[in-house]
């Protein structure tokens, strides 16, 4: 998920430009959970920082986020709010490769060595070795949905494109369906926040995403092998007074974590000191007196 108005980065000019060249540098298709795993395990090897700006969780939470990393588990987060869930979550994109390959113009960012749609397969075996190869940066692999309750299965997983229908395919062709945010994330971190917001009816579409890992569009015959790390967020009182996550799909989470608020006063003024905007005093009546006052 990029911040608004966010330049996107320029891949390298020395990155493979065709499905031969990815070949010929020796890459090997590895799954988005191998791929934090095997990045978690480097930076736990050299000592280097896993999860930048999170306080407070180094001998509690985040062992067990590593733990549920390296067994390649989906994960939900139950805790309070203002406990950090979110940008926990958002911290994981910075595990992942920082390019990584695609087949130009996939809407599902499908892999050159690992194609899912039809139309995809049919493209890798005619171009072969000349198959054009594009490049997605980390930051754009990481989709994040609030969970409200008029959130449907179509802007998750996906539905019909009535507009593909009126330019003359059938409704058995899998090109006339618009997929959703979920498999639009494929290869990548999607995070659901407040899980139990979700209605349950919608809940369910998420069912074989988790276990199975294809989806199920209106009742097409479509097996789509998704490649994602799901992870969702929820506050334990939300599960009586404004929802629950239905029990199918809470057991599907490899992982339960649970947060807290920081365990001790430095803890807390630290959280404290990286999230204020602390501004001088002397400096804001140099520059507006009023505001100094708060008359400004």
Same mark, same amino acid.
């Given at each position: 998920?990029?911040?608004?108005?966010?330049?996107?980065?320029?891949? /390298?000019?020395?990155?493979?430009?065709?499905?031969?060249?990815?070949?010929?540098?020796?890459?090997?298709?590895? *799954?988005?959970?191998?791929?934090?795993?095997?990045?978690?395990? =480097?930076?736990?090897?050299?000592?280097?920082?896993?999860? /930048?700006?999170?306080?407070?969780?180094?001998? *509690?939470?985040?062992?067990?986020?590593?733990?549920?990393?390296?067994?390649?588990?989906?994960?939900?987060?139950?805790?309070?709010?203002?406990?950090?869930?979110?940008?926990?979550?958002?911290?994981?994109?910075?595990?992942?490769?920082?390019?990584?390959?695609?087949? =130009?113009?996939?809407?599902?960012?499908?892999?050159?060595?690992?194609?899912? &749609?039809?139309?995809?397969? &049919?493209?890798?075996?005619?171009?072969?070795?000349?198959?054009?190869?594009?490049?997605?940066?980390?930051?754009?692999?990481?989709?994040?949905?609030?969970?409200?309750?008029? &959130?449907?299965?179509?802007?998750?997983?996906?539905?019909?494109?009535?507009?593909?229908?009126?330019?003359?395919?059938?409704?058995?062709?899998?090109?006339?369906?618009?997929?959703?945010?979920?498999?639009?994330?494929?290869?990548?971190?999607? =995070?659901?926040?407040?899980?139990?917001?979700?209605?349950?009816?919608?809940?369910?579409?998420?069912?074989?995403?988790?276990?199975?890992?294809?989806?199920?569009?209106?009742?097409?015959?479509?097996?789509?092998?998704?490649?994602?790390?799901?992870?969702?967020?929820?506050?334990?009182?939300?599960?009586?007074?404004?929802?629950?996550?239905?029990?199918?799909?809470?057991?599907?989470?490899?992982?339960?974590?649970? *947060?807290?608020?920081?365990?001790?006063?430095?803890?807390?003024?630290?959280?404290?000191?990286?999230? =204020?905007?602390?501004?001088?005093?002397?400096?804001?009546?140099?520059?507006?007196?009023?505001?100094?006052?708060?008359?400004?």
């Amino acid at each position: 998920m990029t911040a608004p108005n966010q330049v996107l980065p320029v891949p /390298p000019a020395d990155l493979p430009g065709t499905l031969g060249e990815l070949r010929a540098a020796g890459h090997h298709y590895r *799954t988005v959970k191998q791929e934090l795993r095997d990045n978690l395990l =480097a930076r736990m090897r050299d000592g280097s920082q896993r999860f /930048p700006g999170i306080v407070g969780y180094d001998d *509690t939470v985040l062992p067990e986020v590593e733990r549920a990393l390296l067994a390649g588990h989906d994960m939900v987060l139950l805790g309070e709010r203002g406990q950090g869930k979110t940008r926990l979550i958002r911290s994981l994109g910075g595990l992942l490769d920082e390019w990584t390959p695609v087949i =130009a113009g996939s809407v599902l960012n499908e892999h050159p060595m690992h194609p899912l &749609t039809p139309a995809s397969r &049919t493209l890798v075996d005619e171009a072969g070795d000349d198959l054009p190869v594009g490049w997605l940066h980390r930051s754009m692999r990481y989709g994040e949905k609030l969970a409200t309750p008029d &959130t449907s299965v179509g802007d998750l997983i996906g539905d019909v494109d009535p507009i593909r229908i009126a330019q003359g395919r059938t409704l058995g062709d899998p090109e006339t369906i618009h997929f959703g945010l979920v498999p639009r994330t494929n290869r990548g971190i999607f =995070a659901v926040n407040e899980l139990p917001d979700l209605a349950e009816r919608i809940q369910v579409a998420l069912l074989n995403v988790l276990e199975e890992r294809d989806i199920q569009v209106r009742g097409y015959q479509l097996r789509l092998p998704l490649d994602l790390l799901l992870v969702a967020s929820a506050n334990p009182e939300d599960y009586t007074n404004r929802g629950r996550i239905i029990s199918p799909l809470k057991d599907r989470f490899g992982a339960e974590i649970r *947060t807290h608020y920081p365990v001790d006063l430095d803890l807390e003024l630290d959280l404290i000191r990286q999230e =204020a905007e602390l501004i001088a005093v002397a400096d804001v009546r140099h520059a507006d007196p009023g505001r100094a006052l708060g008359l400004g």
